[in-house]
């Protein structure tokens, strides 16, 4: 990516809209409230919309000014490199104080964001991969020197740890839900507004705003970016006590999943954790550590809506894999590169090392 440019706003809102499925009919509905809310501002907001056409991408900047809007050559928004291309963009035509970036559309299973239903002709990828996502944020990130002050995965069941932290490294504050959420979402006009009359604003703030005023949602989850980085060491010892004795532990049985794509489940982490230790003898004051340092460093907002379960969770959820074969397709993700809950994995299902 080029080098930046001095900044001439103080807030640029990027979207990725990847709808070419069910969620098609909302864009018009989303791009009528972007373009309400940056009304009477200085705020810009790009969209980089995939609709049900197959004529290609379309790329929308909204402005106080205008509603520019450029079609690209490519169908394809379940690819890195036009993810990667369209952030390229952002930075070298709208430098900025402060980013905040946004993933619209499905979330599937652990790895799969953005789903494109017709990515083109001979292309048989249709979704985007949270790992190979986070790299390509992390370049956007070094572009901006560092101002991406929220990312938001406004999708269903982003909200696990293995999936936070793909990104890790990436935006001050990440937001996202381990539960389902709804669309259009009503939050845009109201909280650009907000911003527009808050300009020193940091993104937690900017998250607080969309919890506010969003009504399509059960539970949204905000995690400190650099907290994130703690992670390998608060779950050593947790995993140790799992592990003691050179015990192969039983994963927890009977709690119900938050979320379900498919064949893959996630768990509250909490609530799995408990159960997990509970069912193999696992002394829960070593537990305690890691519960204090989930709720009083890493999540720093929550809020819940529309559902009363909702308030029995956490806020984070666990992917738990029910087969060595469920485990061995993520087996290099960096969380069981970089963190015990790999050694977890393999000592369960006697998966050898690398």
Known sequence: MPAPTPPTRDWVLVYYMSYDNDLAPHAPTILSALECGVKNSDLLVTVLQDDKATTGLKRHTLSAEAHETALLTTDNSASESVLGDYLSWVAEHYPARHYALCFLDHGGNLDEMCLDESPGQGETKHWLSAQLSGSVIRQFCAATEGKLELLFLQQCGRGTVENLYNFQGTAATIMASPLKVGA???????????????????????????????????????????????????????????????????????????FRHGNECNYDLLAWLEATFQQNGGDLQALEPFKTWLQQRLIVALAHRNSQASTDLCGLALFAPDSAWAFGQYRDYPIYRETALGELWRKVYATPSE
């Open 184 to 258: 259009p979402n009503t939050y845009y006009a109201a909280t650009l507004r907000w911003l527009a009359a808050n300009k020193i604003a940091t993104g937690l703030e900017l998250a607080r705003q969309i919890m506010a005023n969003d009504t399509d949602f059960s539970l949204y989850v905000c995690v400190d970016g650099a907290i994130l980085d703690e992670l390998p060491n608060a779950l050593a010892p947790v995993v140790a006590e799992l592990l003691r004795d050179g015990k192969t532990p039983l994963p927890a049985t009977g709690i119900e999943p938050c």
